[in-house]
Nanobody
């Protein structure tokens, strides 16, 4: 079965850290750029970060720059989102999405035609 599975979410206090993982099953991530997105209750899905297929390029939403770091390990077929200095406004369901591409680019647009989406993992930042 071809799928993406997110993990690593949970409840954390403000100022804390979490590392989200995105695992590919049934296909290799070598030809896929990966985007991380989040959706809070009552809000539209927004792009958080993305990384190109070879890891040469990455982008971040202004709201997470300096706090979040995206990385990938193609040998393990994994992509990670390290989230530090978490704030209550970071509370959301976080999704990863894979975009088949031969170029070393990536997108954080929720309307981009991604090939696969994961089911999401809940991140709650609260004291």
């Amino acid at each position: 079965q071809l799928q993406l599975v997110e993990s690593g979410g949970g409840l954390v206090q403000p100022g804390g850290s979490l590392r989200l993982s995105c695992a590919a099953s049934g296909f290799t991530l070598d030809y896929y750029a990966i985007g991380w997105f989040r959706q809070a209750p009552g809000k539209e899905r927004e792009g958080v970060s993305c990384i190109s297929r070879r890891g040469g390029r990455s982008n971040y939403a202004d709201s997470v720059k300096g706090r979040f770091t995206i990385s990938r390990d193609n040998a393990k077929n994994m992509v990670y989102l390290q989230m530090n200095s978490l704030k209550p406004e970071d509370t959301a369901v976080y999704y990863c999405a894979a975009d088949f591409t031969l170029l070393d680019i990536c997108s954080t647009s929720p309307t981009h035609d991604f090939t696969y989406w994961g089911q999401g993992t809940q991140v709650t930042v609260s004291s």
